[in-house]
């Protein structure tokens, strides 16, 4: 027995090498029908740290200069709908459109562009934070959706939010807490000029504490909810939370 | 032959090596959605060979930017957890002496250099680890902290906003990021080439523990 340790060590080698041979195998790889859906439950962990750990709920993202903005045609737009057909969402009849509040509320809300724009305002110059990895700065005028929250008055079973539009089924599910936020707007108002298609109009959701595909555009219709909805997106894979 | 390597070290030094593979493959994975530094709209005076390129498959985790996002935040959590379990290791069992780079170490660590550029013909003296191994290894263990607290300040740049202002605000965040990968990969490739060409026992010894090479010694 001159090398006691030789078999183990082999052995060990081999696993260590396998480790390495099998990830660089596995490149461009989603992780399968096995992980994949395991990596998005682990995602959910990143979910629960994002809310409950790490969000500051009532503390301000920072504002900018006016000066700061992003130059209009160097921020980038897009939806469904204009990546489908080169064409913005059809503009709703003005005097049809309404957005519908309801489901776990005491007083459901049909709020037309009359009403929203009647309801105190705020307006704000911030970072946009694409997952994709850029930003850019622009200025937002619109209604808290803590004021039609209070408004709608939901009842203590609700406990998250969802977004619906008019954009080929895009949609979003929001922790209530990242809805409440002071900067969590219903937006009308785009660098001191009314909403174009491309951004949104009539109304979108913004907020700069979140990731850019977590503000519903062309809203329809806001629902509270006992269960967590998903997103069109998030459905797909990306994180749920996205927050920043 | 005399005993190296403490299993907690072995453990972490693969699995970190795996992990931080897993990292970077998810990581070119993301940066490839938007392979561009710095604000929209304004160019960035910052060196970047691979500016509007993504990378091939082979060397992507994820397939598409989800994909690579969920890879890249579900192994950050065991990453992070080896890299403290490494360090709390090295700090409760008192072997951060024969790693840690001090003042004193800066002497034999141009003698080291000096030897490596061929102006010092002995190999000089050393214990566990030659002056030049502790500053590489006290410097990588310290990026791999700065590439930790600079992606955490491009995931959370508003809630973390005092960590992102420190690397001076989310695009810089992002571009120290990506250039702690280059970093990772010149000292990878330049730490296996000298375990080969000077102390092929050492790669033993991080399997096995043991070692049975030229510098026995253990400070």
Same mark, same amino acid.
């Given at each position: 027995?001159?090398?006691?340790?030789?078999?183990?060590?082999?052995?060990?080698?081999?696993?260590?090498?396998?480790?390495?041979?099998?990830?660089?195998?596995?490149? /461009?790889?989603?992780?399968?029908?096995?992980?994949?859906?395991?990596?998005?439950?682990?995602? @959910?962990?990143?979910?629960?740290?994002?809310? =409950?750990?790490?969000?500051?709920?009532?503390?301000?993202?920072?504002?900018?200069?006016?000066?700061?903005?992003?130059?209009?045609?160097?921020?980038?737009?897009?939806?469904?709908?204009?990546?489908?057909?080169?064409?913005?969402?059809?503009?709703?009849?003005? &005097?049809?459109?309404?957005?519908?509040?309801?489901?776990?509320?005491?007083?459901?809300? @049909? +709020?037309?562009?009359?009403?929203?724009? *009647?309801?105190?305002?705020?307006?704000?110059?911030?970072?946009?934070?694409?997952?994709?990895?850029?930003?850019?700065?622009?200025?937002?005028?619109?209604?808290?959706?803590?004021?039609?929250?209070?408004?709608?008055?939901?009842?203590?079973?609700?406990?998250?939010?969802?977004?619906?539009?008019?954009?080929?089924?895009?949609?979003?599910?929001?922790?209530?807490?990242? *809805?409440?936020?002071?900067?969590?707007?219903?937006?009308?108002?785009?660098?001191?000029?009314?909403?174009?298609?491309?951004?949104? *109009?009539?109304?979108? !959701?913004?907020?700069?504490?979140?990731?850019?595909? =977590?503000?519903?555009?062309?809203?329809?219709?806001?629902?509270?909810?006992?269960?967590?909805? /998903?997103?069109?997106?998030?459905?797909?894979?990306?994180?749920?939370?996205?927050?920043? | 032959?005399?005993?190296?390597?403490?299993?907690?070290?072995?453990?972490?030094?693969? +699995?970190?090596?795996? +992990?931080?593979?897993?990292?970077?493959?998810?990581?070119?994975?993301?940066?490839?959605?938007?392979?561009?530094?710095?604000?929209?709209?304004?160019?960035?005076?910052?060196?970047?060979?691979?500016?509007?390129?993504?990378?091939?498959?082979?060397? @992507?985790?994820?397939?598409?930017?989800?994909?690579?996002?969920?890879?890249?935040?579900?192994?950050?959590?065991?990453?992070?957890?080896?890299?403290?379990?490494?360090?709390?290791? !090295?700090?409760?069992?008192?072997?951060?002496?024969?790693?840690?780079?001090?003042?004193?170490?800066?002497?034999?660590?141009?003698?080291?250099?000096?030897?490596?550029? &061929?102006?010092?013909?002995?190999?000089?003296?050393?214990?566990?680890?030659?002056?030049?191994? =502790?500053?590489?290894?006290?410097?990588?263990?310290?990026?791999?902290?700065?590439?930790? *607290?600079?992606?955490?300040?491009?995931?959370?740049?508003?809630?973390?906003?005092?960590?992102?202002?420190?690397?001076?605000?989310?695009?810089?965040?992002?571009?120290?990021?990506?250039?702690?990968?280059?970093?990772?990969?010149?000292?990878?490739?330049?730490?296996?080439?000298?375990?080969?060409?000077?102390?092929?026992?050492?790669?033993?010894?991080?399997?096995? /523990?043991?070692?049975?090479? @030229?510098?026995?010694?253990?400070?």
């Amino acid at each position: 027995m001159t090398e006691p340790g030789l078999s183990r060590r082999d052995l060990l080698r081999l696993g260590v090498a396998a480790g390495p041979a099998a990830l660089l195998a596995a490149c /461009g790889w989603d992780g399968g029908p096995t992980l994949e859906p395991r990596l998005r439950l682990f995602s @959910r962990v990143n979910d629960w740290v994002g809310e =409950k750990i790490l969000l500051r709920r009532q503390r301000p993202a920072p504002e900018y200069p006016v000066s700061a903005r992003t130059e209009p045609n160097r921020f980038p737009a897009y939806s469904i709908t204009y990546n489908d057909t080169r064409r913005y969402p059809g503009v709703p009849q003005v &005097g049809e459109w309404a957005v519908e509040v309801g489901g776990l509320v005491r007083n459901p809300l @049909r +709020l037309t562009s009359a009403m929203i724009e *009647a309801l105190p305002a705020v307006t704000y110059t911030v970072k946009h934070h694409c997952v994709e990895g850029w930003t850019a700065i622009g200025t937002w005028t619109g209604v808290p959706v803590s004021t039609i929250v209070g408004l709608a008055r939901p009842t203590t079973e609700a406990r998250y939010l969802r977004f619906d539009s008019f954009d080929r089924g895009y949609y979003n599910g929001w922790d209530l807490a990242s *809805a409440m936020h002071p900067q969590t707007i219903l937006a009308y108002a785009w660098n001191d000029r009314p909403l174009m298609m491309n951004r949104g *109009a009539p109304l979108r !959701l913004y907020s700069p504490i979140k990731l850019g595909y =977590k503000m519903t555009k062309y809203l329809t219709k806001m629902t509270f909810t006992r269960d967590r909805p /998903g997103g069109y997106w998030e459905d797909q894979g990306y994180p749920w939370f996205g927050g920043i | 032959m005399v005993k190296r390597h403490h299993a907690v070290v072995r453990a972490t030094h693969w +699995l970190n090596a795996l +992990l931080l593979l897993g990292m970077i493959a998810s990581g070119l994975q993301i940066y490839g959605a938007y392979a561009h530094f710095g604000p929209r709209g304004a160019p960035y005076p910052l060196l970047n060979p691979w500016d509007g390129s993504g990378f091939p498959a082979w060397a @992507r985790l994820g397939g598409w930017l989800a994909g690579g996002l969920n890879w890249h935040f579900a192994l950050a959590w065991p990453f992070v957890l080896t890299g403290l379990a490494y360090v709390v290791f !090295l700090v409760v069992s008192g072997e951060w002496r024969s790693l840690l780079f001090r003042p004193r170490d800066i002497r034999p660590a141009w003698e080291m250099q000096r030897y490596y550029l &061929g102006l010092r013909s002995e190999h000089p003296p050393q214990g566990k680890h030659n002056a030049l191994q =502790k500053l590489a290894y006290t410097t990588i263990v310290s990026l791999g902290a700065l590439a930790v *607290a600079s992606g955490f300040a491009i995931y959370k740049p508003v809630q973390l906003w005092w960590l992102t202002a420190l690397f001076g605000g989310y695009e810089l965040a992002r571009y120290w990021h990506f250039l702690l990968v280059w970093v990772f990969v010149a000292f990878t490739l330049l730490h296996v080439l000298l375990v080969l060409l000077v102390d092929r026992a050492s790669l033993r010894a991080m399997v096995s /523990g043991w070692y049975r090479g @030229r510098f026995p010694s253990h400070d």
